[in-house]
């Protein structure tokens, strides 16, 4: 009953306003000035901003979930060792059954630190520490890494962290929904915050473009597919245009994910989890009658120790354009530069 109560609050704040939205109207204006008051203390100081001596950059959105921020912060993670750079990521660790610190190891487990950390470690290799209060996270990182710059992984309204980079990530789909904060829409902010990031991404071609700030496209492009109980055996997507697969997924946008399984063909039947769905081997016992079942990347690492011969996951990657990287860069230049004299 939960479930079907968020999944229909979430379907109503990217479709016309109904008297569900209406009824919310009054607690999302009073969301709303509590976070513009809540920014404007931090910005001018009233509460002590937190300044580490590393520079942060925030990958964060403006909305609740599924705009492609963990490929995102995987691909841009990547940039940075390629340049040279040693980076670290702390998160939240949304999901979990725990808020206290924890640095996130090979043997870590999702309930534990999270679902995208877990991710985020396997996929770069990095130090990954989880936190309610990122703050303390970036401290542990401070004392125990030899990191000389640090991604969080959100964090875009977490105000007490200092930051030398803000990068807001838009989804070039289904953008702002009906422009509401929550919870009558799925904005964690005012639009007009945008005014403030240093950058922002649209993750695919936006219907329109904000020019509040430097604007580059990411395009996710799928990968393979990958078999989670034999992590040897692949194929392709098109390997199965035709077929009946049961797709299941418990991530922010979950349409995307199965919109993309049919733009190549595949007849796909839909089981929809919330994001971060901590799964147990029953909502895998699907009636396959040897059917693929084929769930994404972030829920796979949640899937592995009770995987099946007929469970896959779709491995996707982040391109981000060389502008980006060149951008990010040159602000990470213009800090250290500044900071050595």
Same mark, same amino acid.
């Given at each position: 009953?939960?479930?079907k109560?968020?999944?229909?609050?979430i379907?109503?704040?990217y479709? /016309?306003?109904s @008297?569900?939205t209406?009824l919310?109207?009054p607690?999302s204006k009073?969301?709303e000035?509590?976070v !513009? =008051?809540? #920014?404007?203390v931090y910005?001018n100081? @009233?509460l002590k901003?937190?300044?580490s001596n590393?520079? =942060?950059i925030?990958?964060?959105n403006?909305t609740?979930?599924?705009?492609? /921020?963990t490929?995102c912060?995987i691909?841009?993670?990547q940039h940075?060792?390629?340049? %040279?750079y !040693?980076p670290a =990521?702390v998160?939240r660790g949304?999901?979990?059954? !725990?808020?206290n610190?924890? &640095?996130?190891?090979?043997?870590?487990?999702? &309930?534990?630190?999270g679902? &995208?950390?877990?991710?985020? #470690?396997h996929?770069?290799g990095?130090?990954?520490?989880?936190?309610a209060?990122?703050?303390s996270?970036?401290?542990?990182?401070?004392?125990?890494s030899?990191?000389?710059?640090?991604?969080s992984d959100?964090g875009?309204?977490h105000?007490?962290m200092?930051?030398? =980079?803000e990068?807001?990530?838009?989804?070039g789909?289904?953008e702002?929904g009906? %422009? #509401?904060?929550? *919870?009558?829409g799925?904005?964690?902010?005012?639009?007009?915050r945008?005014k403030?990031?240093?950058c922002?991404?649209?993750? %695919?071609?936006p219907? !329109?473009r904000? $020019?509040?700030a430097?604007?580059?496209e990411?395009k996710?492009?799928?990968q393979?597919?990958? $078999?989670l109980?034999n992590?040897?055996q692949t194929?392709?997507l098109?390997?199965?245009?035709?077929e009946?697969v049961?797709a299941?997924? %418990?991530?922010?946008n979950?349409e995307r994910?199965?919109l993309l399984?049919?733009y190549?063909?595949i007849?796909?039947?839909?089981?929809?989890f *919330?994001d971060?769905?901590?799964?147990?081997?029953?909502?895998?016992d699907?009636p396959t009658?040897?059917?693929?079942?084929?769930?994404?990347?972030?829920?796979?690492i949640?899937?592995?120790?009770?995987a099946?011969? $007929?469970?896959?996951?779709l491995k996707?990657?982040?391109n981000?354009s060389p502008q980006?990287i060149?951008f990010v &860069?040159?602000?990470?230049?213009?800090?250290?530069t500044?900071t050595?004299h």
């Amino acid at each position: 009953m939960k479930d079907k109560i968020c999944n229909s609050l979430i379907r109503s704040w990217y479709q /016309k306003p109904s @008297w569900i939205t209406y009824l919310l109207l009054p607690l999302s204006k009073l969301f709303e000035m509590v976070v !513009k =008051i809540r #920014y404007w203390v931090y910005l001018n100081r @009233w509460l002590k901003v937190y300044e580490s001596n590393i520079p =942060i950059i925030i990958v964060g959105n403006m909305t609740v979930g599924g705009t492609g /921020k963990t490929p995102c912060v995987i691909s841009l993670t990547q940039h940075l060792i390629t340049l %040279g750079y !040693k980076p670290a =990521i702390v998160s939240r660790g949304y999901g979990r059954k !725990k808020s206290n610190l924890m &640095e996130v190891k090979a043997h870590s487990l999702a &309930e534990e630190v999270g679902d &995208e950390p877990l991710l985020l #470690y396997h996929a770069t290799g990095c130090p990954v520490v989880v936190a309610a209060d990122r703050v303390s996270a970036v401290r542990y990182l401070e004392e125990s890494s030899d990191c000389n710059v640090i991604i969080s992984d959100d964090g875009l309204q977490h105000y007490r962290m200092g930051r030398v =980079i803000e990068i807001a990530i838009i989804d070039g789909q289904r953008e702002f929904g009906n %422009g #509401y904060c929550l *919870p009558a829409g799925p904005l964690r902010e005012p639009l007009p915050r945008l005014k403030e990031v240093d950058c922002i991404i649209y993750n %695919g071609r936006p219907k !329109k473009r904000f $020019n509040h700030a430097p604007a580059f496209e990411m395009k996710i492009e799928p990968q393979q597919l990958i $078999n989670l109980l034999n992590p040897q055996q692949t194929m392709t997507l098109e390997q199965l245009a035709g077929e009946r697969v049961l797709a299941v997924s %418990g991530i922010g946008n979950p349409e995307r994910f199965y919109l993309l399984l049919k733009y190549f063909g595949i007849k796909v039947e839909e089981y929809t989890f *919330p994001d971060h769905h901590l799964y147990s081997p029953s909502d895998l016992d699907l009636p396959t009658a040897g059917d693929k079942v084929i769930i994404t990347e972030k829920d796979a690492i949640k899937c592995q120790s009770f995987a099946h011969a $007929n469970l896959w996951y779709l491995k996707i990657k982040a391109n981000l354009s060389p502008q980006l990287i060149t951008f990010v &860069e040159s602000r990470l230049r213009e800090y250290l530069t500044a900071t050595q004299h």
